[in-house]
T-cell receptor, first 117, second 117 residues
Framework: DAGVIQSPRHEVTEMGQEVTLRCKPISGHDYLFWYRQTMMRGLELLIYFNNNVPIDDSGMPEDRFSAKMPNASFSTLKIQPSEPRDSAVYFC???????????????FGEGSRLTVL | GQQLNQSPQSMFIQEGEDVSMNCTSSSIFNTWLWYKQEPGEGPVLLIALYKAGELTSNGRLTAQFGITRKDSFLNISASIPSDVGIYFCAGSLDPRPYGGATNKLIFGTGTLLAVQP
């Protein structure tokens, strides 16, 4: 089975440009998470979806960040306009609630490393 | 965002040594999880614990769910070079079947493990 697929793996852009990160969760998983990882702040939850509906977006830094999940097999995280402090590795992860306890058993993608110059 | 406190922050050991690390929280969780992250990859789930006091093993790894539900421990026996990586604890609070609140999943600050052959 394919795991969580993220693209692009690496993105280098200039300040002010729009960045779109993409994620395909594992088929059948009904939870999707976006995390940001930096040396200073560790793994931060940005937003998570359940059945394509955003449940908790309290971790989204500011209005420049937005996330969508138009269907069960695709999600995007958009930053517009990007700033140097957005440089980080962004992870997408998915899990299933088929068994209630499994919510926290996440399958992570390989991450998208973003560098904003 | 909120993070769990992990200790130690880093460990540099010789191959064959045993390793212990722990994670503490001011909040209770009903699930504790341990993940490992290798360079350039996303975290991978190692062990999930669902009951206070539970002790679970996965090969050379053993993890325990603290009785107070506010802490967890991970031990690695007879370490080998491929154990190198960052180990993260995570606490999950699934409010179901009580309903109302959303699920919570919080990650620890990580423990960097280096193993010298």
């Amino acid at each position: 089975d394919a795991g969580v697929i993220q693209s692009p793996r690496h993105e280098v852009t200039e300040m002010g440009q729009e960045v779109t990160l993409r994620c395909k969760p594992i088929s059948g998983h009904d939870y999707l998470f976006w995390y940001r990882q930096t040396m200073m702040r560790g793994l931060e939850l940005l937003i998570y979806f359940n059945n394509n509906v955003p449940i908790d977006d309290s971790g989204m830094p500011e209005d420049r960040f937005s996330a969508k999940m138009p269907n069960a097999s695709f999600s995007t995280l958009k930053i517009q306009p990007s700033e140097p402090r957005d440089s980080a590795v962004y992870f997408c992860a998915s899990s299933t609630s088929r068994w209630a306890r499994k919510f926290g058993e996440l399958f992570f993608g390989e991450g998208s490393r973003l560098t904003v110059l | 965002g909120q993070q769990l406190n992990q200790s130690p922050q880093s460990m540099f050991i010789q191959e064959g040594e045993d390793v212990s690390m722990n994670c503490t929280s001011s909040s209770i969780f009903n699930t504790w999880l341990w993940y490992k992250q290798e360079p350039g990859e996303g975290p991978v789930l190692l062990i999930a614990l669902y009951k206070a006091g539970e002790l679970t093993s996965n090969g050379r790894l053993t993890a325990q769910f603290g009785i107070t539900r506010k802490d967890s421990f991970l031990n690695i026996s007879a370490s080998i070079p491929s154990d190198v990586g960052i180990y993260f604890c995570a606490g999950s609070l699934d409010p179901r079947p009580y309903g109302g609140a959303t699920n919570k999943l919080i990650f620890g600050t990580g423990t960097l493990l280096a193993v010298q052959p």
